[in-house]
T-cell receptor
Framework: SQQGEEDPQALSIQEGENATMNCSYK?????LQWYRQNSGRGLVHLIL?????REKHSGRLRVTLDTSKKSSSLLITASRAADTASYFC??????????FGKGTKLTVNP | EPEVTQTPSHQVTQMGQEVILRCVPI?????FYWYRQILGQKVEFLVS????????KSEIFDDQFSVERPDGSNFTLKIRSTKLEDSAMYFC????????????FGPGTRLTVT
């Protein structure tokens, strides 16, 4: 079964720095999505990248996808304290379900 | 901005009791989902629902679980006889159409089984 696995598991940076999180998966996918979860809260959809796309931008977010390496990265530029959260990648391969990774816990220190 | 809502935010129940978790998906979305997240673990898919029937379910979604869309707005998850290991955060999600892949999640219901 496919799995999204993020690394690092935890990342601590200073406000204004960039944060990069990586995700690897095992099988072919239709798309890969990134979600944010604030502590104890719901999942907020951030960005979706399709299997035929290599890079996508949304505001301060930049996502890349390398299907040959079965990996994706999420870059948050000019981070803010409010970006502190857990970030999950989730893959979809044609079935209805999203398969989530374990997440990266990002702490942005003011 | 439209959002998925869930009630209650926290439910405490005794082992063996039935619970119903409620969700109001985004209006005019057609696909509905339940996921759960045991504390400290991954978010896991439970079931998807489309056109008034289950379209896909996971191994977790056994006979103790059922889903229903009793009217045009609510989407419920019922656990018939709760077990301690059912304690988790349960998320409802909805998606608009077959061409739109983004799933929008509710804030979750924290279920505690004692």
């Amino acid at each position: 079964s496919q799995q999204g696995e993020e690394d690092p598991q935890a990342l601590s940076i200073q406000e204004g720095e960039n944060a990069t999180m990586n995700c690897s998966y095992k099988t072919s996918i239709n798309n890969l999505q990134w979600y944010r979860q604030n502590s104890g809260r719901g999942l907020v959809h951030l960005i979706l990248i399709r299997s035929n796309e290599r890079e996508k931008h949304s505001g301060r977010l930049r996502v890349t996808l390398d299907t040959s390496k079965k990996s994706s990265s999420l870059l948050i530029t000019a981070s803010r304290a409010a970006d502190t959260a857990s970030y999950f990648c989730a893959t979809r391969n044609g079935s209805e379900k999203l398969v989530f990774g374990k997440g990266t816990k990002l702490t942005v220190n003011p | 901005e439209p959002e998925v809502t869930q009630t209650p935010s926290h439910q405490v129940t005794q082992m063996g009791q039935e619970v119903i978790l409620r969700c109001v998906p985004i209006s005019n979305h057609l696909y509905f989902y339940w996921y759960r997240q045991i504390l400290g673990q991954k978010v896991e898919f439970l079931v998807s629902f489309y056109n008034n029937e289950i379209s896909e379910k996971s191994e977790i979604f056994d006979d103790q679980f059922s889903v229903e869309r009793p009217d045009g707005s609510n989407f419920t998850l019922k656990i018939r006889s709760t077990k301690l290991e059912d304690s988790a955060m349960y998320f409802c999600a909805s998606r608009w159409t077959v061409d739109i892949d983004e799933q929008y999640f509710g804030p979750g219901t924290r279920l505690t089984v004692t």
